[in-house]
């Protein structure tokens, strides 16, 4: 069974930096893409940043120049470093991954770390 395991939210205040990770844990054959969303209370849930196998990366328009992902493929972990935060930064944020096992490649999601701004 596989699961990603995240963590590093919390509360900031406008202007600050959180750094993000996720751990993909369990029997893996190997992970695709990986990536960063989030949800705002009474909002959908929206792309945040996402980083391929080659290390390719692409951000939502909000958080570009401000947020950078990475990943270390070795040990299965995608990051998200986050700086200049926001009140509008504010969410939930959840790590997703493409991850093939023993029984095929499927979808994986975090169980979600909330980030909240505010002074």
């Known amino acids: 069974q596989v699961q990603l395991v995240e963590s590093g939210g919390g509360l900031v205040q406008p202007g600050g930096s959180l750094r993000l990770s996720c751990a993909a844990r369990g029997i893996i054959r190997s992970i695709r893409a990986m990536g960063w969303y989030r949800q705002a209370p009474g909002k959908e849930r929206e792309l945040v940043a996402t980083i391929t196998g080659g290390s390719r990366t692409n951000y939502t328009d909000s958080v570009k120049g401000r947020f950078t992902i990475s990943r270390d493929k070795a040990r299965n972990l995608v990051y998200l470093q986050m700086n200049s935060l926001e009140p509008e930064d504010t969410a939930v944020y959840y790590c997703?991954?493409?991850?093939?096992?023993?029984?095929?490649?499927?979808?994986?999601w975090g169980q979600g770390t909330q980030v909240t701004v505010s002074s």
């Open positions: 997703n991954a493409d991850i093939m096992t023993l029984g095929g490649i499927s979808d994986y």
